[in-house]
């Protein structure tokens, strides 16, 4: 059902470690990179030479710009730009879509072309260095993560503050914060599909051995950070509009908080290696912080709108709270950074910019002026519990495209069947 073969990280292999990755607004777990694969041998009896040819070329080319990427990603790029002018990220999130339905003809109507070939992949987030697999569904899987990952990294040179035409403080436009959400539920409809449709062809033993970049945690973790930072997004769009009420704002970071609540419980408890999976912990447990500064910070303002003695002390306890969010969110970010590889925050921009100047402003007028009204033992001294708000967010529906038509001639069904039997 498919061999296995883990490269553990101390076999003297080439997985290399970035010392620093700049700048970071999303957080990317590193890529897996392909290593190259002879399809003569495996598949040479049994395919068309031209489909043969066609498949390792489309391959080769993701091996060849996978591996040029790589080392780039791990510093932050202004310009993502190569020399004839396109994006190297989309110039190989473009390969991937052009191998992906001529891949898909290995498992088309559960062939058993589909164990013939072991792909190889190097791994970032588990201890083992590589893991190369006979099934591909594997390569399935690897394709589709590794475009929700250049998709992240999209999304990141976006949400990075460029200095702007009049000379004062950088900051990030509104057509590049809008661009980003789009980015973001594409990632999250490619890891929504790896999860729907591409674990479930695994048999459960070879499920279990897949390494944990593409364990069914880190997948839904990543998915809901894509969501988590795309809400993240609208509600800084909101606070910028005029029009935007308090419980719309109150709405969406209530939401941004389940989001990186439930992809800290996906992630929480799985062997996830140090460096960059340790990093991508971290990055969870610091983005759920700072949402829980944001909702408390907003629901603590719509409490103080009550003009009861309870509701101005439940507005006192959500504010305080929100401090003491805001506070462990500064602490929380300092540990990310600081854990290899380095990393910094670009300079403060939407909602966290707005809510850093006015979290510790309000929440020190509140409370002063609420405690002189009421007595001590009239405040809430613990937080009153969040409003529960369905998830608004949803993953792009991306679907695994259909199968070149070159698979459907009859001397490839013919030699794949006469393999078979």
């Not at 250049?150 to 590049?176: F, H, I």
């Not at 997004?233 to 989001?259: F, H, N, P």
């Not at 959500?318 to 540990?335: N, P, T, V």
């Not at 707005?354 to 009421?374: F, G, H, Q, W």
Request: hydrophobic share 40%; proline share 6%; net charge neutral.
């Amino acid at each position: 059902m498919g061999c296995l073969v883990s490269t553990p990280q101390d076999s003297g292999g080439h997985r290399k470690r970035p010392g620093s990755i700049g700048d970071v607004s999303v957080y990317v777990p590193g890529f897996r990179i392909p290593k190259p694969v002879d399809f003569s041998l495996p598949l040479g009896d049994h395919l068309p030479k031209n489909l043969m040819e066609h498949l390792s070329a489309l391959r080769t080319r993701v091996v060849v710009m996978a591996g040029q990427e790589a080392p780039t990603v791990s510093r932050t790029r202004r310009k993502g730009a190569t020399q004839h002018g396109g994006s190297t990220l989309a110039d190989l999130h473009q390969a991937l879509h052009d191998y992906l339905p001529v891949l898909l003809g290995l498992v088309k109507d559960g062939s058993q072309l589909q164990h013939n070939v072991q792909f190889v992949w190097m791994n970032q987030e588990d201890e083992a260095e590589e893991t190369a697999i006979s099934n591909a569904w594997y390569e399935v899987l690897s394709v589709l993560h590794l475009m929700a990952m250049l998709s992240l990294s999209q999304a990141n040179l976006l949400l990075l503050p460029r200095t702007s035409a009049d000379g004062y403080q950088p900051k990030v436009s509104e057509e590049n914060r809008r661009a980003s959400v789009d980015i973001f539920l594409k990632a999250a409809g490619y890891l929504d599909c790896a999860v729907r449709h591409v674990l479930p062809q695994f048999p459960t033993s070879l499920r279990e051995d897949l390494p944990v970049d593409l364990a069914e945690g880190v997948l839904r973790a990543l998915c809901l950070q894509a969501l988590g930072q795309g809400v993240d997004i609208q509600l800084g769009m909101a606070i910028d509009s005029a029009k935007a009420t308090l419980a719309v704002k109150r709405r969406l970071a209530c939401e941004m908080v389940k989001y990186w609540q439930q992809a800290q419980d996906n992630i929480m408890n799985l062997p996830l290696a140090n460096g960059w999976g340790g990093k991508h912990r971290l990055f969870i447990k610091w983005k759920y912080v700072e949402a829980k500064a944001a909702a408390y910070y907003y629901h603590g303002l719509i409490l103080d709108e009550g003009n009861t003695e309870k509701s101005h002390g439940m507005a006192v306890a959500a504010l305080q709270a929100a401090d003491e969010y805001f506070k462990e969110s500064k602490r929380s970010c300092e540990a990310f950074n600081a854990v290899s590889p380095l990393s910094r925050n670009p300079p403060l921009w939407g909602t966290m910019k707005y809510l850093s100047e006015k979290i510790p402003k309000d929440t020190s007028s509140k409370v002063r002026i609420n405690r002189d009204l009421y007595s001590h033992e009239k405040i809430m001294e613990t937080a009153p519990t969040l409003p529960d708000f369905s998830l608004a967010l949803k993953p792009d529906e991306f679907q695994l495209p259909p199968v070149v038509p070159s698979w459907n001639e009859e001397n490839v069904g013919g030699q794949a069947s006469s393999n078979h039997l």
